[in-house]
Nanobody, 128 residues
Framework: EVQLVESGGGLVQAGGSLRLSCKASGFTYADYAMGWFRQAPGKEREGVSCISSGDGTTNYVDSVKGRFTVSFNDAKNTVYLQMNDLQPADTGVYYC?????????????????????WGKGTQVTVSS
């Protein structure tokens, strides 16, 4: 059973930075994707970023391109989301997801397709 545990959320002023971490366990897959999603109050969950284990494909929602960077540490089975120049619109609960039923590149090409396993989320609040 895949388990995902997020950490690193918090309160930050506009223009600040945070780094989210998501540690995965229970993995036995060779080709999969790890992604970050967020949900703001009153809004649907949206895909923020994704990285594929197979070919290293990454993808980002347009609103975070140039500000957020996703990376994966194989040895630690941990995916990171470095978030710079945070804005109030980035506020929300950030969820880590793992896509394991299809190829990793599939999930990353279709960023809002969703994932197969989810963490419980971590709150990110950006004040103006």
């Amino acid at each position: 059973e895949v388990q995902l545990v997020e950490s690193g959320g918090g309160l930050v002023q506009a223009g600040g930075s945070l780094r989210l971490s998501c540690k995965a366990s229970g993995f036995t897959y060779a080709d999969y994707a790890m992604g970050w999603f967020r949900q703001a109050p009153g809004k649907e969950r949206e895909g923020v970023s994704c990285i594929s284990s197979g070919d290293g494909t990454t993808n980002y929602v347009d609103s975070v391109k140039g500000r957020f960077t996703v990376s994966f540490n194989d040895a630690k089975n941990t995916v990171y989301l470095q978030m710079n120049d945070l804005q109030p619109a980035d506020t929300g609960v950030y969820y880590c997801g793992a896509g394991t039923h299809y190829s990793g590149s599939f999930y990353c090409r279709a960023l809002n397709y969703g994932m197969d396993s989810w963490g419980k989320g971590t709150q990110v609040t950006v004040s103006s």
